[in-house]
């Protein structure tokens, strides 16, 4: 089967998450503005949407591989040439810093406004001075959220804000957990005990809960997978990750953050 339809599904899926996540008052888009398309790169986007109707195309500009031009198809990184009669769908390698290409682009182009995203709808732990910053999307029983927290046990001089996002089709008891944390008196402590022993509180998790509004939010920034980290700059990265990559995710994200408040007003 053709992967276009899937793009094409996704944004479907995409556009009635948002619909459910208008309800509250937030707002979510990419941090960095990508600038107008120049003249032959809007001749490619104009074949594209032609050949792939309702495709949403939010990016497109001339690449710096093969004489290509790189595009974001729905929320995937494609290459074409500059008539559109074919499509690459994959990754780019460095093989001399070993690193995927593709996969950086994408995610600084999907970077999440963090300013605008509900922190009032997240519990907050701070460790050390709390300078940096870390978002993490977790659910109560996925085991790769558990190896998540044992990771993070190790950080220092960070804010962490969780938004609770039971994925309840793998796990069908974790919103009724999720609520009871939530409703705990404290709840960094009931989310850390839950953890630790699998303790769930005693209360009937009817405070206000706010999972179906994290559930909204989540979807509306197609998280799919828990858990799914972001970093201070706005930059996601799913997976239980090393405690290693979540220093270099953060070191990463305080340098693009320096840079973007020293750089000269346009």
């Not at 309702?54 to 690449?63: N, T, V």
């Not at 559109?84 to 406004?113: C, W």
Request: with cysteine.
């Amino acid at each position: 089967m053709s992967p276009f339809p899937l793009f094409l599904l996704r944004q479907r899926a995409a556009a009635l998450a948002f619909g459910a996540a208008l309800a509250m008052p937030v707002a979510f888009a990419q941090t960095a503005a990508t600038p107008p398309p120049t003249p032959d790169a809007a001749a490619v986007k104009k074949v594209l949407e032609q050949k792939f109707p309702g495709a949403e195309i939010a990016y497109i500009a001339k690449s710096p591989y093969f004489g290509l031009y790189e595009a974001m198809l729905g929320d995937q990184m494609i290459y074409t040439d500059n008539k559109a009669n074919q499509i690459i769908v994959g990754s780019i390698y460095d093989t001399a810093t070993k690193t995927n290409l593709t996969e950086a682009k994408t995610r600084r182009l999907n970077r999440v406004a963090i300013d605008k995203l509900p922190m009032d709808l997240a519990f907050v732990k701070v460790k050390g001075n709390g300078s940096r910053k870390l978002i993490v999307f977790s659910d109560a029983d996925c085991p790769f959220c558990h190896r998540l927290e044992n990771e993070i046990k190790g950080l220092d001089n960070v804010t962490i804000y969780t938004f609770l996002f039971p994925i309840d089709q793998l796990h069908p008891d974790a919103a009724r957990k999720s609520k009871r944390i939530w409703c705990a008196p404290d709840k960094v402590k009931a989310w850390d005990d839950f953890f630790a022993s699998g303790k769930v509180p005693d209360n009937a998790g009817d405070c206000g809960d706010p999972v179906e509004k994290t559930q909204a939010l989540g979807n509306s920034l197609k998280i799919n997978a828990t858990p799914t980290l972001i970093f201070g700059d706005g930059t996601m990265m799913p997976g239980a990750l090393p405690l290693a990559q979540i220093e270099k995710g953060l070191n990463d994200a305080q340098a693009e953050l320096k840079k973007v408040s020293t750089a000269p007003k346009s």
